[in-house]
């Protein structure tokens, strides 16, 4: 069974920094690339990036929104993906969710998500 | 602003059909697959089509999907109170070189 377990988020203050996690299983990690959409409350759907998976060379790509303020890695001997945040503005508040395609092309396996809020 | 334009809300009465429109440009759905997902309250969104008219295992026939140059319409047959839900068009843009979702579309059964 695919599984993707946030942890991490929690309450930071403008302009601080705050890594989540996103840990996998049930899938060969290494092969997969993987995303990260965050979601304010009562709003939409928003895509924050992705890292592609050994075969793409681990290339990095980021929303306008938050490149150069935030840094996805991965470390596939944990089988784990994160997400740094830097430099967080109140806008950055949502729920962050890791998501994968493992059986389709699609987003067809995602994450709990874990809560960011950044507030003084 | 989205760049994938879908309509707010829509509604319908239980056991009839519903269709919600997602419009882009030749960046995005004209040149790319789309994908829907079905987001109920609380919970972590759903894929529930994949290019553009595909259904993942699990996804009952009840819901279809197509696409007519820089637009897409997930179709929705046989109402149920259970299919309350936000629904959500996505896709990559290639002029902008990164996924993009629509706005998103309340659906209500009524």
């Known amino acids: 069974e695919v599984q993707l377990v946030e942890s991490g988020g929690g309450l930071v203050q403008p302009g601080g920094s705050l890594k989540v996690s996103c840990a996998a299983s049930?899938?060969?990690?290494?092969?997969?690339?993987l995303h990260w959409v965050r979601q304010a409350s009562g709003k939409g759907l928003e895509w924050v990036g992705l890292i592609e998976g050994k075969p793409k060379n681990y290339a990095t790509v980021y929303s306008a929104s938050v490149k150069g303020r935030f840094t996805i890695s991965r470390d596939d001997s944990k089988n784990r993906a994160y997400l740094q945040m830097n430099s967080l503005k109140t806008e950055d508040t949502a729920m962050y969710y890791c998501?994968?395609?493992?059986?389709?092309?699609?987003?067809?396996?995602w994450g709990q998500g874990t809560l960011v809020t950044v507030s003084s | 602003q989205s760049v994938l334009t879908q309509p707010p809300s829509v509604s319908a009465a239980p056991g009839q059909k519903v269709t919600i429109s997602c419009s882009g440009s030749?960046?995005?759905?004209?040149?790319?697959?789309v994908y829907w997902y079905q987001q109920l309250p609380g919970t972590a969104p759903k894929l529930l089509i994949y290019e553009n008219n595909k259904r993942p295992s699990g996804i009952p026939d009840r819901f279809s999907g197509s696409q007519s140059g820089t637009s897409v319409t997930l179709g929705i047959t046989g109402l149920q109170t259970g299919d309350e839900a936000d629904y959500y068009c996505e896709t990559w843009d290639s002029s902008l070189s990164v996924v993009v979702f629509g706005g998103g579309t309340k659906l209500t059964v009524l």
């Open positions: 049930g899938f060969t990690f290494s092969d997969s690339g």
């Open positions: 030749s960046s995005n759905i004209g040149n790319n697959y």
């Open positions: 998501v994968t395609g493992v059986t389709t092309s699609g987003f067809d396996s």
